[in-house]
């Protein structure tokens, strides 16, 4: 019940207002030195080593601080507004094209996003144009019912990872040309991913994505929406896939996956959640990371 009180007075309340909350919160988590701080610097230790150690820092707490904005943004997503003064918080598109063209293939489209800038503006931005379901994990509870409630405003549908019935609810839905949005830049289930090289490390990578290429053809983008300051809104971008993410070889194809996603983050790596545990799944025999 508290949850979504909370959920319902923070939809009051502008972007503006809730990223200067974010930030707050993020320097907080900082100051506490809470686990993510740990996480996000070996991260970015990992990731992006030709930075200097004091880059590393800096991108570390705009990093946390941009986490916090996209928790706190959630209620805005979700419950503020209408759809329509949601809506326009997209302030610009880049790469609109990619998407047009991806549905005159008539093949469906896989939407490839991350837990980069304003992702849940990207599901919203793609379902107010274009038919749209969603992967989701079912967590339970106020958070859940507000999230079906919330994602689903602007039009998308929703389809629970349970049951081993993703794949065929996917297929079905490419088949009629829709899109299917999916976050492939977290660690899956055991038997669920491959070990492919992500900024040179291996990481535990989804593979459903590339099955569902393979035996659909759909065009894979990539879809993430920048972030602007004092709650300017926000620009989305699309970005192709690369050939290999269509090989017959899975391994080739989650290797390109990756590739993707390096591209994306690298536009605006202080945007991204370093403080998720991305490598916490090891080779066997290999030291723990964390």
Known sequence: MLIKAAFHLLALLPLRALHALGAGLGWLLWVIHDKRRAVALKNLEICLPELSPQARVQMARAALKHEMKSILETPFFWLGGTPQSLLASEVEVIGGDLVTQARARGKGTILCTLHLGGWEMCGHAYASRWPISGIYK???????????????????????????????????????????????????????????????????????????????????????????????????????????????????????????????????????WWGYRRFRRRPPGETPIY
Do not use: W
């Not at 972030?227 to 300017?232: K, N, S």
């Open 138 to 272: 079912p967590q339970g509870g106020a958070v859940e019912a507000l999230g079906l409630r919330g994602r689903s405003r602007t039009g998308a549908k929703l389809i629970p990872a349970v049951g081993g019935k993703v794949g065929a609810a996917a297929l079905k839905l490419l088949a009629n040309n829709e899109a299917l949005y999916f976050m492939p830049d977290q660690d899956p289930p055991e038997g669920r991913g491959f070990f492919a090289p992500l900024f040179g490390t291996l990481a535990h990578t989804p593979t459903l994505v590339s099955k569902l290429a393979q035996k659909t053809g759909a065009a894979v983008i990539f879809a993430y929406c920048v972030r602007l300051p004092q709650g300017g809104g926000f620009i989305t971008h699309y970005e192709e896939a690369s050939p290999e993410i269509y090989s017959e070889d899975l391994l080739t194809s989650v290797t390109a996956l990756n590739a993707g996603i390096e591209r994306c983050l690298r536009q605006c790596p202080e945007q991204y």
